[in-house]
C-alpha cells in the first residue's frame, strides 16, 4: 500500500516537471516573440546545487535563447572595472536570457 503512494507520486511529480517544462519553454518563446530581456540568478553557498538546478532549467529551453555565466573569480580586465561591470556587459539583449551561477548580492 505504502510502495503503491510513493510510485503514484513519482509519477505524478514527473507529469508536473513535464507540463512544467513544456511551460518554461512556451514562455521562452513569447519572450522572444515581445523581445523581453530575462535575468535569472542563482546564489548559494558552494556545494549546493546551483550547477545541478541551472542544468535541469536549461534541459527545457532552446539552447539559441540564453546564456549560462558562472562565478568566476576577478580576471585582470575584470579587476580593473567596478564589481558591478562583469554583470552589466552581459545584461542580455532583447528576447534572451541570461543565467548566472552566482548574482552581485554576494559582494553588496
Request: net charge positive; with cysteine; glycine share 8%.
Amino acid at each position: 500500500m505504502q510502495e503503491e503512494k510513493k510510485k503514484s507520486r513519482k509519477e505524478g511529480d514527473k507529469a508536473r516537471l513535464a507540463a512544467a517544462a513544456a511551460r518554461l519553454g512556451v514562455l521562452q518563446r513569447r519572450l522572444k516573440d515581445e523581445k523581453i530581456p530575462v535575468i535569472i540568478t542563482f546564489d548559494g553557498f558552494d556545494a549546493a546545487g546551483k550547477g545541478l538546478q541551472i542544468s535541469r532549467l536549461i534541459q527545457a529551453l532552446d539552447p539559441r535563447g540564453f546564456d549560462v555565466y558562472t562565478g568566476d573569480r576577478d580576471g585582470e580586465e575584470e579587476a580593473m572595472h567596478p564589481f558591478l561591470w562583469r554583470f552589466a556587459i552581459r545584461c542580455p539583449e532583447k528576447g534572451r536570457i541570461a543565467i548566472f551561477d552566482t548574482s552581485w548580492n554576494r559582494r553588496i
